[in-house]
Structure formats: C-alpha cells, structure tokens
C-alpha cells in the first residue's frame, strides 16, 4: 500500500487520481499508524515551506515519514513535499526541513537570468544527469510540468534530472530510498504516470 | 526553456461541451470527459474549462463533470465561468481544478482575486480580461463581453496584477471570432508589463496564426483556442509539429 500523507496543505485529489488511474493501492491519510504500515509513502505539498513544515511536524506526520525513510522504506516528495527533504528552506525566513537530504532551499531568482518570470509555471524538458529507477519509463528531454519560485540547491550527487529556466534549475534529486520531483508528476501527462509507475514498483 | 502552451478551452452547458463537434474516434464529442481525454492525448498542455450554466442543478453537474474529467486527465485543468466567491475556488478546486479563472465578478469585487491568492497562492488565481478598441483605447468589457465597463485595459491589468492574479488570460474582443490571428498589439502592451504568464485568447485561424504570434510577442506562454480546435481545422499534433519546424519551442 502507498500512502499519501495529508497533513493538510493543498488537494490531494489529482495525486490519490493520477495514482489509481495506474492501479495504485493507495490511500490520503492522516494517520501516523497508517504511513508506519506503508509499503511506500508521497509526502505532497504545495503553498508556503514555513506554513507547510510547521503542519507536517506538528501533526506528528513528519515524524512517521521520516521514521519510514530512515527504514529504508520508498519515500517520494512532490513540490513544496520534496523541499521538505532538505535540511532547510530559505523561503520567507529560514525553516528545518527532515534533513534527510543535505542541501537546502533557495530562492530561483539567485540562479536564473533577470526578467524571466517567477514562479517557473508551465512544461520544462528535464535533463536527466543520472540513470535513476525512477526514470525507467521516461527519457531525457521529456517535458514535465513546474509550478515553483523556490528549488533544492544541493550537492551534485544528489541531483538526478535538472532542468534550464535561464540558469540551471534542480528537477529530481535522489539519495538512496529518499527521493523527490520539483515538479508535479501527477500533472505532466504520461511522463508523469510513468515516473509514478517506476515509484510504486519501489519497495 | 519553458514550452509555450496550447490550450483548448471546452464552453460546457448542462454537461454538454457546446460547439463541439466531429472528430474521428470520439464518439461522443459533446462530453466535456471525453473530449478533455482526446485534447490531453493529442498533446494539449492545458485544458480550461469555462461553466455557462446559470442554473444551480447546472453548477452540481459541472463539478462532477470535473471530478471525472480530473480522474481521466492528468495535465493541469483551469475552471471558469461566474466563479464569485472563496466558496465557488473551494468548490472547483476540491474536484479537481488547478486553476481557477475570475472575470466579471472580479471587476465588481477586485478584493475577490487578493483573497484568493492569500488563501489558495497566486499561482491559482487567473484573471481573465475581455477587452477592445473604444475611442482609440483599450477598454475592459464584463458579462462575456455585454457590458463596458469603462475601465482602462492596462489600469486593471495593473490592478490585478498588484491584488495577486498569477496568470493572465487576455481575450481581445475584436479579434474574437474573425479568424485573421491574435491581437498582437493588444497583446504586446500587457505582456510588456506582465511578470506573470499572459495567455493568448480571440482570433486564431490558422496554425501560422500561433507561430506569428509567439514570435511577435515573445512575452506570451500560451495560445488559447475553442472552435478551431473542436471542428477540427487546427489539430493539435500537427500544430505542435508545425510549431518545432518553426523553431518555436513546445511540448511534443
């Protein structure tokens, strides 16, 4: 079973959707006990880091999903739910994140070139620097779809897919069963499926 | 770099896609669900979807319309069409909308789109502007287009802009209709002072009429389009295809 963690930010609608159009036995929950017994666990997110962070540690959520990363077990964020992976966020103040990725989250107007507009919204090919299970049914250069004005800015060994905004911008990163898209799969059309396809085969 | 958009925009009345019309292997091509399903599958990289029911049994019908669409499609959805509370942005998006487009409503209560960005982020908020030429101006029209509101085009751009819209579609009303390309004046005036997505809308004809106009004003993400895509005589594919060999760079 997958869970998807709803500590109460955003819709989780197109995600549970995206994921059962591919036969995935997944569950929205807000039960710690549930993402404990999880084969694998979508930690989403969308809006502010701070507003986010705070609901996800004081729901006792973030608590549960770090426990289930540290066992090894799959564990994908999404959007604001893969900036959640680092160690913190520059978004409006300084936030932790779990730290279960070393980097942290800047601002995408430090990196690209002045006058695009921000937030990144719309499809961007994503360069894959790393051959990743995640990838198994894409291929480099396949467009997926950003909303984002803040990215994961962290060792290279991390970073599995980037994508060109006027500057170098972190698509995908990965560290070990911990991994996490910028963008949202559950929006990019079939590419998307597939990389959701790829992570439910995890685990 | 970013692809430019192509968006076909779906009128739904009664659960019906008005306007719609044949297409080989759809057999029913007045269902908003099935026809969304055909447009994400020829490579559409955006759906919206525009209520022009004014009932409320209409309105009950349109969200399960979504809900299903939602379940079926999965490329970024926009809901339009007499959206004029916090309620009606919770409504569609809780079926399934990624973006939520305010018109009218929002030229009575500008306030609508700043809540909405508080609540929901910019990034949901899209305004949608109908406007045309009056006395060598541009001015912005409400109720599709019946009613002249007399204010300035780019004065409310402004506005909506400062109140927290995240994307702008702009629907030129004399373009609208006539099938000879976009307003690119109109266009080239609110792109140069837009730092958010502007959405083309009005007067696409012809494939070359989306390469001219990506070209013309570079500050435009997406062409938005609706009969010429439903009857047929622009197919997506083959736009997209046409639009790579013009060097212009899309989705494929």
């Known amino acids: ?203 | 770099m970013i692809a430019k958009r192509i968006i076909p925009c779906l009128d739904v009345r009664d659960g019906r896609v008005v306007k719609g019309t044949r297409f080989q292997g759809l057999n029913d091509v007045a269902s908003p669900v099935d026809l969304a399903a055909y447009y994400s599958q020829q490579g559409a990289d955006e759906l919206v979807f525009y209520d022009i029911t004014a009932s409320s049994d209409g309105r009950k019908i349109f969200t399960d319309i979504l809900s299903e669409a939602a379940s079926r499609v999965f490329i970024p959805l926009t809901v339009g069409g007499g959206i004029s509370s916090l309620d009606d942005f919770d409504r569609v998006l809780k079926c399934g909308a990624d973006k939520v487009s305010v018109n009218s409503c929002a030229l009575r209560n500008p306030d609508l789109i700043r809540e909405a960005a508080v609540k929901y982020g910019s990034q949901c908020v899209v305004l949608s502007v109908d406007a045309k030429r009056v006395d060598g101006r541009f001015r912005v029209f409400a109720k599709g287009g019946r009613e002249d509101t007399g204010l300035d085009l780019m004065e409310w751009i402004k506005k909506g802009l400062d109140l927290g819209a995240g994307e702008i579609v702009l629907n030129s009303m004399d373009t609208d209709g006539v099938k000879e390309g976009f307003d690119l004046e109109m266009l080239s005036l609110v792109a140069a002072i837009a730092h958010v997505p502007v959405i083309a809308s009005g007067g696409a004809g012809k494939m070359e009429d989306f390469a001219t106009l990506f070209r013309a004003v570079p500050g435009v993400d997406a062409g938005l389009a609706a009969s010429i895509f439903h009857y047929g005589e622009v197919k997506i594919p083959e736009l997209k295809e046409y639009l790579r060999n013009e060097n212009i760079n899309v989705r494929i």
Not at chain 1, 6 to 31: E, M, P, Q, R
Not at chain 1, 38 to 57: E, M, N, S, Y
Not at chain 1, 91 to 102: D, H, T, Y
């Open chain 1, 1 to 203: 079973m997958t869970a998807i963690i709803d500590y109460g930010v955003g819709n989780l609608f197109s995600l549970a959707c995206s994921l059962k159009a591919i036969g995935a036995d997944c569950v929205v929950t807000d039960s710690a006990e549930r993402i404990r017994s999880a084969d694998r666990v979508i930690l989403p997110g969308v809006g502010a880091f701070g507003d986010a962070q705070k609901k996800l540690f004081s729901s006792g959520l973030g608590q549960a999903a770090l426990e289930q990363a540290q066992k090894g077990v799959p564990l994908l964020g999404i959007c604001v739910g893969m900036q959640l992976l680092f160690e913190r966020s520059l978004e409006f103040g300084s936030f932790p994140g779990l730290g279960l990725i070393p980097g942290e989250v800047r601002y995408i107007g430090e990196t690209i070139s002045p006058g695009l507009k921000i937030p990144q919204i719309g499809w961007n090919a994503l360069s894959i620097r790393k051959p990743h299970p995640l990838f198994k049914y894409i291929r480099d250069g396949d467009y997926v779809y950003f909303v984002h004005s803040y990215h994961a800015v962290t060792p290279k060994e991390y970073v599995i897919a980037d994508t060109d905004y006027g500057g170098v911008l972190t698509g995908a990163v990965a560290s070990g069963n911990v991994m996490g898209c910028q963008f949202h799969p559950e929006k990019s059309g079939e590419v998307g499926l597939n990389i959701l396809r790829a992570f439910l085969e995890m685990g």
